[in-house]
C-alpha cells in the first residue's frame, strides 16, 4: 500500500481536460511538504512534469498545471493530446518515515 | 549535462547478494543527494534509499537493514549493495538526482535508464 493515494486510472478525450488527485496525510502533505509529479512513459524511466506543488521544469508544457490543499493535491492537465497517455505519480516527504513518499501511480487514457 | 547511469542488476538468487552502481556525470555527488527508486514488474514507483552530500543515509522500512547505500566520490559513482534479496526485491532499479533547490522536500530532476534485478531461483 503506497504513502499516497491516487485513483488508478482515470480518461479523458482529445481536447478535453482531466485531473489527478493525490490524497495524504498528517506527516507528509498535511505538514507541509511539497508534492512534485512525474510522467512515466511506457518502458521509459520517470520524468519530472511538476515540481514544488505548481512549477513546470522548461520544457514542460503550460497543459499540466498542479495544486495543493490541505493533504491533498492535484494535477490537472487541459487540452489532452494522444501523446499525454502515460502514468502519472505524484511524490511528498513522509516526516515520520524520513524518506520520500510516492503515490501508487494513476494511468492516463486518451480516449 | 547531467547522466546517470545504472549497471550491476541481473539473475540473483533469493538469498543472494548484488551490488548496483550509479556513475554520474554533470554533478559532483559529494555535493548534492542521490536516490535510488525501484518499480517492481507491471507496480508503481517505491523510494528506496538517498545519501545525503553531507554523508547521511535513509532507508525505506522495506530494505532497512539489507541495503546498503554509498558513494565513492573519486569516481563519482553510488552504490547500492542488496543483501539478502526476496522475490519482493524483484525490480527495476532506477538512480536519481534528488534536488532540493526548488523546494523544502527533495524532487528527481534526473533519472537513469534502470537496470533490472530479477531474484528468482
Known amino acids: 500500500q503506497s504513502a499516497l493515494t491516487q485513483p488508478p486510472s482515470v480518461s479523458g478525450a482529445p481536447g478535453q481536460r482531466v485531473t489527478i488527485s493525490c490524497t495524504g496525510s498528517?506527516?507528509?502533505?498535511?505538514?507541509?511538504?511539497?508534492v512534485h509529479w512525474y510522467q512515466q512513459l511506457p518502458g521509459t524511466a520517470p520524468k519530472l512534469l511538476i515540481y514544488?506543488?505548481?512549477n513546470r521544469p522548461s520544457g514542460v508544457p503550460d497543459r499540466f498545471s498542479g495544486s495543493k490543499s490541505g493533504t491533498s493535491a492535484s494535477l490537472a492537465i487541459t487540452g489532452l493530446q494522444a501523446e499525454d497517455e502515460a502514468d502519472y505519480y505524484c511524490q511528498s516527504y513522509d516526516s515520520s518515515l524520513r524518506g520520500s513518499v510516492f503515490g501508487g501511480g494513476t494511468k492516463l487514457t486518451v480516449l | 549535462e547531467v547522466q546517470l547511469v545504472e549497471s550491476g542488476g541481473g539473475l540473483i538468487q533469493p538469498g543472494g547478494s548484488l551490488r548496483l552502481s550509479c556513475a554520474v556525470s554533470g554533478f559532483t555527488v559529494s555535493s548534492d543527494y542521490v536516490t535510488w527508486v525501484r518499480q517492481a514488474p507491471g507496480k508503481g514507483l517505491e523510494w528506496v534509499a538517498v545519501i545525503y552530500y553531507a554523508g547521511s543515509t535513509y532507508y525505506a522500512d522495506s530494505v532497512k537493514g539489507r541495503f546498503t547505500i554509498s558513494r565513492d566520490n573519486s569516481k563519482n559513482t553510488v552504490y547500492l549493495q542488496m543483501n539478502r534479496l526476496s522475490a519482493e526485491d524483484t525490480a527495476v532499479y532506477y538512480c536519481a538526482r534528488e534536488t532540493h533547490d526548488y523546494s523544502n522536500n527533495g524532487c528527481f530532476d534526473y533519472w537513469g535508464q534502470g537496470t533490472l534485478v530479477t531474484v528468482s531461483s
Open positions: 514544488g506543488d505548481n
Open positions: 498528517s506527516s507528509d502533505i498535511g505538514a507541509g511538504y511539497d
